[in-house]
């Protein structure tokens, strides 16, 4: 193997877990425009917040002043059952390639939850046992935020409450075990637990269920439980800074052994992952003191950067929670229920839309299912590791760069996220095993149709 | 926290990752007896062994001489995707038990196989591909060694035939799929693809299976299979050769915080997990440089040690393979269906049998699987790490030992397996979750029944 001085795991040690979470909010040329309150359609004020997020979470979601946030002592403590986690130096899947470029991942999913959901969800769940409450209330589509928080919940002794996206819930039915067993309790949503999830299954009894509509059950239960708050798990800008421990990590790994990324990959669903992954590259880019290229990939299904509007949108298909100026699909925009990985957000994350306006997020690329699972596969075999479909979106444009490198002759470090495993996506990979599966790229009038429930 | 010195994980540096295998026997007091030809029942040769093994394994497997082995570089290089494994000091656990005792575990599920299974199954796979053979066959119960086997067969592009215990089948559908994206063919046993499988079905076509029935169908394939061998994931001295790392590994990163166990536990199967973490500390204990006590744990519904035989007996059900002198409940012997977890072969490693006739093994405990999914649960919300129930058995005995110290108030050092995740065995957890998980007990005239097979 080449760069016989650079080992394929890097291991920070405990030491070295960053101390303080990065607010790239801090640095932004144009800060994104704020949330609006629903019912008068002007900029959400913290006690517009405190009915729904904790104390302490509302003040980080307004915060668009501090570069760094001190990680408390409890929330360090438990990062070190499983952080830092590893960087990756992909030896194996360059070989395979036979390409120049030199492969980096940031690897996520060595812990329960499968995945880098747990950086935020135990910060919340801290916040929320700080301040005293009984428990939260949450979605979660393919269930890696779930598990994470009920992970989170479970050490800190708070109640959770998940609500699940139904057609998640049915495809994953040891993902929902796995919360129980952590003993969060789980809701296939739509449900009939709340007024938004009866009026939902009203209109449309046979819904698959979506993260927006779990979304407005979620908020229903907590804004009506005393002592209760919502928390989410991505498109935020709190869940952007504590997911910045990620880049972070990544960063002060790579600059033991002298290296820089060319090109940053991300998996884009809410934005929760890439936002972290490239916090401290955009700060360098943001400062003029690198020009890493960074690429968002979504999938073709559920293409809200690609092919979605730049503007104000309800955060729900309910319609209760704030607006958020974002690219979007439209809060009623559903991916086809032939769609198997998670990715299936109908917005993205105020900061990466803003980002992604302004240029300095360089490119988003939609890519079908059949070629992801393809990706995920290779990968599998070489690196040893069964990646979340999620994650293998990454992959896939990882794999794209790397083989152009190789027609180029030109030797790029790639850096990109591994966030999870794909452990409990199974099903999925059964169907693409089997050869049931298939690309699905939603048309036009379909987009339309998300477009047409934008507010004014 | 306490010991603040010693971080919470305890890494190794690639640079450090052991260049020798080691082999126990060359340091017994007392070797074990030889394997006998089923015909002849005289010892088996190296000749008499070819047809099944690859050639490099058969002499390993009869190698009673050099302590270490070297370990090729491609495996090596294989090695470095998921080793040096971390060895993890357990500050919750202590904390949460509010014992003295200094608890440590290696911990080997960080690979997509999800146990230290991977150990052994790469460097099979290797030999055999090294020999220029096609593809091999195996036998899986809960499935951890069919992943792993597939997972290595997968990288040197072998054929892997996989025969799974048909109620880990059925109860597991999901690891079949792992096995499959990597490229393995998995079929349920007993089946009608061997003469074996189609004799045993005949005697009892509503049988759950077992591993001694999945072992027979897997030698029968490859031996009828031009450029086929069989390889065992457990058991053998070749297997504990192999997984001799998990304890070099533990051993070395031990001793860099000047620390060394007082107490050594793992569960026990066929016994290649606390084969391989033993081996080094056994190497003290019987060339007298130190005295650490060691603890073989095994499900109460599966007790070879605890209530088996001393005896000469077949490796499987079918009577193929050769006799090993082992603590053995007869080939006969099928656990009760309602045991969740893995560990239901019917007899124990020759290695780990001598030793444990000869008092070098200190202690084998059985313990029930409610007490055994206790533990898994509190180490999975205090560790942040979900157990498969394989090795919650060696939590159990932990927590009960680290218990036993807070009542004393001694310090006692523990080290144990954290063999694999328990990803794939959400099935029992929800059995346990619900309630309907129960305790079985064989009775001395299941016993009886199971030792009435053993041969004269």
Redesign the interface.
Known sequence: ?SDKNI???I?L??DELPKAWYNVRADMKTDHRPILNPGTLKPMNPEDLAPVFCDELVKQELNDKDRFIEIPAPVR??Y???RPSPLVRAY?LEKELGTPAKIYYKYEG???S?SHKLNSAIAQAYYAHAQGLKGVTTETGAGQWGTALS?AC??FGLDCRVYMVKVSAEQK??RK??M????ATVTPSPSNTTQIGQKILADDPNTTGSLGCAISEAVEAAVTSEGYRYVLGSVLNQVLIHQSIIGLEAKAAMEKYSQYPDIIIGCAGGGSNLGGLMAPFMADRLTGKASPYFIAVEPASCPSLTRGKFAYDFCDTGKVTPLAKMYTLGSSFIPASNHAGGLRYHGMSPILSQLYHDGYLDEARAVGQMSVFEAA?LF???????PAPESAHAIRATIDEAIKCRETGEAKTILFGLTG?G??D??A??QF?SGAMEDYIPTDADLQRGFAGLPD
């Open positions: 193997m080992p394929y795991k291991h040690t405990e403590d438990f070190k059952m499983y194996f060595g812990n329960t499968g992970m479970g050490y039915p040891y075990a796995v129980e067993t952590y003993g596969k599998a075999r070489v690196e040893g590791l069964l495993t452990y409990f199974m099903s990979y059964m095993n």
